[in-house]
Each structure stands twice: as C-alpha cells, then as structure tokens.
C-alpha cells in the first residue's frame, strides 16, 4: 500500500512522526546534560552534599521513565483505536507543555522542599507523554514506508534522539561558554527548556498536516479481522522479548550519550566543558551509524546488524572507559574512543524500530511497540544514572559503566539471537498474531 502513495504524503510522514522525538530527546538530553546545575537548585539544600544532590536529580530522572509504560499503555490504546495522528498531536501538546514548564519552576532557595516535588511531577508529565511518542512516531514512519525501507524510515527515528541530544549537548555547551558558572547556575539553565516551545508549535503545525497511515485505516475500515487477533498474553510475551532485544541499546546508549557528562565531572574530575564536548563527540558517532545501519538492515536483515552492534558494545565497553580514565592517553585516542561509544549503539538504533514495528499486527502496533521500548527504557536507561551514580558512591569502583554495559550487552545478545533472520522482507503484519516463540523459524512472514 506504501508503494502506491504520493511523495509528499510519505515524507510529511517521515518529518512529522520524527520532529516529536527530536523534542523528546533534546529535552532528556538537556536535563541529563545538566544534571549537576539541576541537582544543585532543586535537590542540594545548604550544607547538602553534592552527590547526594546528584543521585535525588538521577532519581527524578529515573522515575519519569518509570511513567513511560503507563503512558504507552494508555496513548497507544488511543492510537491502535482512534489514529496515529489525533494520538500524536495530544502527545505532542502535553510533551511541549511539560518541558517549558520546567524552564519557568520555582528552585529550592525560593519554595523550599516543594521544589524537588514540583520538579518531579513535571517529570511525570514528560514520562507519559514520552512514553505515547515513540509507538505511535515508529507506527507512522514504518507504515508509510515503501516495501524494502522500512529499516530506513524506522532509523529516522533513532536518528533523531540523536539530533535532540546533539541540539540538547550542543545548547549546553554554548550557555557553558559565554555565560559564566554563575550565570549559568542561576537562569541561564532555564533557557533551554523555553526552547522546547517555539520547537513544539512548528511540530504542532507538521502534525496537523499529517495523514492516517494507509495499514490503520484498512484495518480500521475492516468490519472483522482478517485473521486471529492477538490475545494479551501474547502481546505479553512478544513485548518481554522486544525489550530484551533493545535493552543493550537502551542502557549504553543513556550510559554513553547522556550520563557521561556527569560522571567525567563527578569521577574523573572533568570540567562542564570537556564532558560536553567529550558528549557531542560520542552522540555524532551515534547519529553517523543510525541510518547506513538501518538501510544495512534492509539489506541484509535486522538480526545481524543488531548482532554485531550488541557484541561490540559488550566486548569494547572496558576497553573504551580505560582509555578515557587513562590520564596519559592522546585527546585525539580519546574522541576517538567516545566516537566509537556512539557508533557501536547506532548499530543497534538504527535497525530497532522497524524490527518492533514487525514484531507486531497493526491493530496492537503502537500499544506493543511502545510498551517494549518504554519498559526496555524504563529499566535500563532511565535508571542508568542512578544506578551508576549510586554503585560508585557506594564501591568507589570507577569501573562501574563498563560492567552496566557489558552485562546489559550480553543479556540483549541472547534476545537478539532469537530474531528471524528474514522478517524484513515480508510486508508488516495485519491481523496475524504476534508469536515470539517462532521468531527463529526460517519461514516467509505472513502479510
């Protein structure tokens, strides 16, 4: 059905269902970028400890993921009901919202302790919003893409994450340089979640202009299912294993692209600057494998791109924190380095949308799409910081990234390893039921 739509059509699809990610991840960008200046506002009373300020912003930060299955739950439902789109212009509205609303929040010298509790139901707000975004983004992009592309179209949306945290490191490092610490410390944090809304209305605008994808509105027309509808325990099932495959992607690519700043600041002693810098390095290795991978994908299939970037990360996580705690190695060894970081999650991200887009039928899509990648999200990179931050608190053990890493790596191998070597040829799934337990099987996917 793709095929025989106009080009404008498709591609106000592929802008409008990506430009609410890249608002998203700015946003999640900017707040782990500055995660220390938000600790010290909103966490760290005087006489406070500055890493305990850091753990309760991680906190925070960790439990606005945790609204994210709620929030796929609930818009997905939406989505697989009334549309993609009239679920993609509320989700974009209250994501808009939400950001600009942090920009404009009282800090703890003004309201005391209502401030970290005004903080965090922000967060909520921003959770459940992010959590209807990517479901529904993924579900535009691979049902409008044309047979052979859907790798292609899905990694738009991986690549804009990394474009909002390029926007985000790269917003953060401007404010770091020409306003001083206690300018930046005071109000020039702020300005960065204003941003969000002059982004969000030409979002609005593109939104309003989309059109329903071609697969929703054949099954929507349907007056019965075309074959047997999925029951909950399967749908289960297929978003268990869907957030295992993801899960080494969810957890080195928060560890990698937005925790980093703050731990070269709290362990290894690095200035705002450097650690932004070191940030906007490893997120352009992230963006400059995202799409070849996802057309590789295309090509040769989702299981062994996602493969080998899953191994690589599990295999180069020690090699690669060595190098950057290594005071005597190269600065050009160590962009290197945080490049390679990037790249290495890229070839992950760019093939994972379309391959949940294909684990499921397009009556449940944006429900169990969303919900293994909110899960997947929640868990592994959602509490990435957290759980960093407080192991080296409590083992001073440096080392602590790499073991994430590699664990979550390893386990993502074995997921992945379950993946139908030729499920990106078929068309997306209608009606059929999702069945993870055949993804192995080397059988020509239903249409």
Same mark, same amino acid.
């Not at 997905?76 to 009901?81: L, N, Q």
């Not at 212009?89 to 509790?117: E, H, N, Q, R, S």
């Not at 869907?242 to 703050?262: E, H, K």
């Not at 009606?431 to 080397?442: G, H």
């Given at each position: 059905?793709?095929?025989s739509?106009?080009? %404008?059509?498709?591609?106000?699809?592929? @802008?409008?269902?990506?430009?609410?990610?890249?608002?998203?991840?700015?946003e999640? $960008?900017?707040?782990?970028?500055?995660?220390? &200046?938000?600790?010290?506002?909103?966490?760290?009373?005087?006489?406070?400890?500055?890493?305990?300020?850091?753990?309760?912003?991680?906190?925070? +930060?960790?439990?606005?993921?945790? +609204?994210?299955?709620? /929030?796929?739950? &609930?818009?997905g439902?939406?989505g697989d009901?009334?549309?993609?789109?009239?679920?993609?212009i509320?989700?974009?509205?209250?994501?808009?919202?939400?950001?600009?609303?942090?920009?404009?929040?009282?800090?703890? !010298?003004? &309201?005391?302790?209502?401030?970290?509790?005004?903080?965090?139901?922000?967060?909520?707000?921003?959770g459940?919003?992010?959590?209807g975004? +990517? $479901?529904?983004?993924v579900?535009i992009m691979t049902?409008?893409? %044309?047979?052979?592309?859907?790798?292609l179209?899905?990694?738009?949306?991986?690549?804009?994450?990394?474009?909002?945290?390029?926007?985000?490191?790269?917003?953060?490092?401007?404010?770091?340089t *020409?306003?001083?610490e206690?300018?930046l410390? #005071?109000?020039?944090?702020?300005?960065?979640?204003?941003?969000?809304?002059?982004?969000?209305?030409?979002?609005?605008?593109l939104?309003?202009r989309?059109?329903?994808?071609?697969?929703?509105?054949?099954?929507?027309?349907a007056?019965?299912?075309? /074959? %047997?509808?999925a029951?909950?325990?399967?749908?289960?099932?297929?978003?268990?294993?869907?957030?295992?495959?993801?899960? /080494?992607w969810a957890?080195?690519?928060?560890?990698f692209?937005v @925790?980093?700043?703050?731990?070269?600041?709290?362990?290894? !002693?690095?200035?705002?600057?450097?650690?932004?810098?070191?940030?906007? @390095?490893?997120?352009?290795?992230?963006?400059?494998?995202?799409l070849?991978?996802?057309?590789?994908? #295309?090509?040769?299939?989702r299981?062994?791109?996602?493969?080998?970037?899953?191994?690589? *990360?599990?295999?180069?996580?020690?090699?690669?924190? !060595?190098?950057?705690?290594?005071?005597?190695?190269?600065?050009?060894?160590?962009?290197?380095?945080?490049?390679?970081?990037?790249?290495? *999650?890229?070839?992950?991200?760019?093939?994972?949308?379309?391959?949940?887009?294909?684990?499921?039928?397009?009556?449940?899509?944006y429900?169990?799409? /969303?919900?293994?990648?909110?899960?997947?999200?929640? &868990?592994?990179?959602g509490?990435?910081?957290?759980?960093?931050?407080?192991?080296?608190?409590?083992?001073g053990?440096? !080392?602590?990234?790499?073991?994430? *890493?590699?664990?979550?790596?390893?386990?993502?191998?074995?997921?992945?390893?379950?993946?139908?070597?030729?499920?990106?040829?078929?068309?997306?799934r209608?009606?059929?039921?999702?069945?993870?337990?055949?993804?192995?099987?080397?059988?020509?996917?239903?249409?």
């Amino acid at each position: 059905m793709s095929a025989s739509l106009p080009g %404008p059509a498709t591609r106000r699809a592929l @802008v409008a269902g990506s430009v609410g990610n890249l608002i998203e991840w700015y946003e999640f $960008g900017v707040y782990g970028f500055f995660a220390t &200046v938000i600790a010290a506002n909103f966490f760290t009373p005087e006489g406070g400890s500055a890493l305990e300020g850091l753990v309760k912003t991680y906190a925070s +930060f960790g439990l606005a993921f945790f +609204f994210r299955p709620i /929030g796929a739950a &609930v818009f997905g439902r939406a989505g697989d009901r009334i549309g993609r789109r009239p679920t993609l212009i509320l989700v974009l509205l209250l994501m808009t919202g939400a950001t600009t609303l942090i920009g404009l929040l009282p800090t703890y !010298d003004t &309201v005391g302790a209502a401030a970290p509790w005004l903080l965090t139901l922000v967060r909520i707000l921003q959770g459940l919003s992010a959590g209807g975004e +990517f $479901g529904g983004a993924v579900s535009i992009m691979t049902e409008f893409a %044309p047979p052979g592309r859907r790798g292609l179209y899905g990694a738009w949306q991986s690549f804009t994450v990394a474009l909002g945290l390029l926007a985000g490191a790269g917003t953060a490092a401007v404010l770091a340089t *020409v306003l001083s610490e206690e300018a930046l410390n #005071d109000w020039g944090w702020r300005l960065p979640f204003l941003l969000a809304l002059p982004i969000g209305l030409v979002a609005l605008w593109l939104r309003l202009r989309l059109e329903e994808t071609p697969s929703f509105r054949a099954t929507n027309a349907a007056s019965t299912p075309a /074959g %047997p509808v999925a029951s909950r325990r399967e749908v289960a099932r297929a978003v268990v294993l869907g957030a295992g495959r993801i899960m /080494g992607w969810a957890a080195a690519g928060y560890t990698f692209l937005v @925790v980093m700043p703050s731990y070269l600041q709290a362990t290894l !002693d690095a200035t705002f600057q450097q650690a932004l810098i070191a940030t906007v @390095v490893a997120n352009a290795g992230f963006a400059a494998a995202i799409l070849p991978a996802g057309l590789l994908s #295309d090509r040769i299939g989702r299981r062994p791109v996602m493969l080998t970037g899953a191994a690589l *990360v599990t295999v180069l996580a020690f090699p690669l924190l !060595d190098l950057l705690q290594d005071p005597g190695s190269p600065a050009l060894a160590r962009g290197v380095a945080v490049f390679v970081a990037g790249a290495v *999650v890229g070839l992950m991200a760019g093939p994972g949308p379309a391959m949940l887009a294909e684990m499921f039928p397009t009556r449940v899509r944006y429900t169990g799409l /969303g919900l293994a990648y909110a899960l997947s999200n929640a &868990v592994f990179s959602g509490c990435a910081g957290l759980i960093i931050t407080e192991a080296i608190k409590r083992t001073g053990e440096a !080392d602590i990234p790499a073991y994430y *890493v590699a664990a979550t790596g390893a386990l993502s191998l074995i997921a992945l390893a379950t993946l139908r070597g030729d499920a990106h040829r078929g068309a997306l799934r209608e009606e059929e039921r999702p069945t993870p337990r055949d993804e192995t099987e080397e059988e020509t996917p239903c249409a």
